[in-house]
């Protein structure tokens, strides 16, 4: 099953740029999304570390036909 996460980060928050303080992820797991989300952090070399470190994470929907967090996710397939 694939949810989708809003990740919430201490910090990461920049007036002047790209805001890495709340990001939305599509993951099989509260761990992957945060997971993904500071792996791209440390790769790129963004923001300090403490302000990398997570914050809170909301189920905002899944892909269910009965989602126990009461809001659907609907999936579509990229085309070549």
Known sequence: M?????V????????GSTN???????????DAAYQ???DFLDKN???YDDERELKSIELLAEDSKYPACRT???LVE???
């Open 2 to 6: 694939t949810f989708l996460f809003k």
């Open 8 to 15: 919430t980060l201490r910090g990461g928050i920049n007036p």
């Open 20 to 30: 890495y303080n709340a990001s939305f992820v599509v993951a099989e797991s509260p």
């Open 36 to 38: 993904a989300v500071r």
């Open 45 to 47: 070399d963004l923001c």
């Open 72 to 74: 659907m996710l609907f």
């Open 78 to 80: 990229a085309r070549p």
